[in-house]
């Protein structure tokens, strides 16, 4: 009896822990940028997000950008 009430008790919390929501864009085309709506510049746009890249001995900062 405490085997199947520990079952039914996980079961209840796994189903209440996995309520994920699907964000559909404001507009068709739109894409999510860092928390924010954004249309592309042009067709087949992609964000390229900042990171560090190595150039000779240094580490420099490359700001994020569309390519």
Do not use: D, K, Q
């Not at 189903?15 to 067709?43: K, N, Q, S």
């Not at 990171?51 to 490359?62: C, G, S």
């Amino acid at each position: 009896m405490n085997r199947i009430l520990a079952a039914t008790l996980i079961a209840l919390s796994l189903g209440g822990a996995a309520c994920t929501v699907a964000v559909r864009p404001p507009r068709p085309g739109m894409v999510l940028v860092e928390g924010v709506w954004i249309a592309p510049p042009r067709p087949g746009a992609v964000w390229v997000p900042a990171h560090y890249e190595r150039v000779r001995f240094h580490r420099v900062w490359v700001a994020s950008h569309w390519r």
